[in-house]
């Protein structure tokens, strides 16, 4: 096990006969697995290989119980940011869990989440009720990886687990992200729309593109997304095709020539629209 700063654990390797196995956590969270045997200087990273997803599984399982398994040690480094930055074996794990229920309580009745918030804190009764007090006052929105990031924080703990809570609330939040992309094509910052910027389409902040991203991952029916039916897939393929033309006609062309894009444009003619004034 090994701290960066004397208190929060930044990792743990765990070494078998065969295998060194390491976890990272927190920013830059990943994970190695390697051969010293047939590698000596450890230059192949093998966890993402297929044939090698069940010593993984092991591994990561053995470097939990070195840390005792508890939030403690990992959740305290932790922050909703990382979430989505954990080794694959990591999620399914009794602190993926956790951090997924607190998800659910999140959720706003549309499908949707607000951004901002740290999903990984722990909530002690009071902070539980008062979010479920809260939600349905959220303003839900794609900006700063809400929305998208949740789904597919839910899908990936479903593809864990098999747990069908998981799935019902990733499928709300997709019936979000559909119901909330304009006839045009493009996706507001805002949805259900609030005056202003926020409902200009918006690039900024990856909103839109990481909208597009889950929408396009639903639409190939892939893992962790294998809940999903095939009307639900056809109609996220169809929003994606939307999506990409709005983008095309968002292009600023000057002097008859091709150029850039700004953060912002508008929602049904698509020219250039200010954001915020700071």
């Known amino acids: 096990i090994w701290s960066e700063d004397g208190e929060h654990v930044t990792g743990v390797a765990v070494r078998t006969e065969h295998w060194r196995y390491a976890e990272f956590y927190g920013r830059g969270a990943g994970a190695m697995l390697t051969d010293p045997q047939a590698d000596p200087h450890e230059l192949t990273n093998l966890v993402t290989k297929p044939q090698h997803s069940e010593v993984v599984a092991h591994l990561s399982q053995l470097a939990r119980q070195v840390t005792h398994g508890h939030r403690p040690h990992e959740a305290r480094e932790l922050r909703w940011r ?4 954990q080794p694959t074996a990591w999620y399914g794990s009794n602190e993926s ?51 998208h990031g949740q789904i597919q924080y839910l899908a990936r703990n479903y593809h864990a687990t098999r747990d069908q809570k998981y799935a019902a609330a990733a499928r709300r939040g997709i019936e979000y992200l559909l119901d909330a ?3 045009s094509g493009g996706w507001p910052m805002i949805y259900p729309l609030k005056r202003g910027y926020y409902s200009h389409i918006t690039f900024n902040d990856g ?42 006609q968002c292009q600023i062309v000057v002097d008859g020539r091709k150029t850039a894009w700004c953060a912002q444009h508008d929602a049904h003619d698509f020219p250039p629209r200010g954001g915020r004034s700071h």
């Open 82 to 85: 990382d979430a989505l930055s």
């Open 97 to 147: 869990l956790r951090i997924a229920d607190n998800v659910l309580l999140y959720q706003h009745p549309n499908g949707g989440w607000g951004k901002n918030v740290d999903m990984a804190r722990d909530l002690s009764p009071e902070q539980t009720e008062r979010v479920l007090d809260e939600r349905n006052q959220t303003e839900t929105t794609i900006d700063n990886g809400a929305t």
């Open 181 to 183: 992309q304009y006839t």
């Open 207 to 248: 909103a839109m593109i990481g909208a597009m991203r889950v929408l396009r991952d639903v639409a190939r029916g892939e893992e962790p997304y294998g809940f999903v039916d095939a009307d639900l897939q056809a109609r996220a393929s169809a929003a994606v095709e939307r999506g990409l033309e709005a983008i095309l």
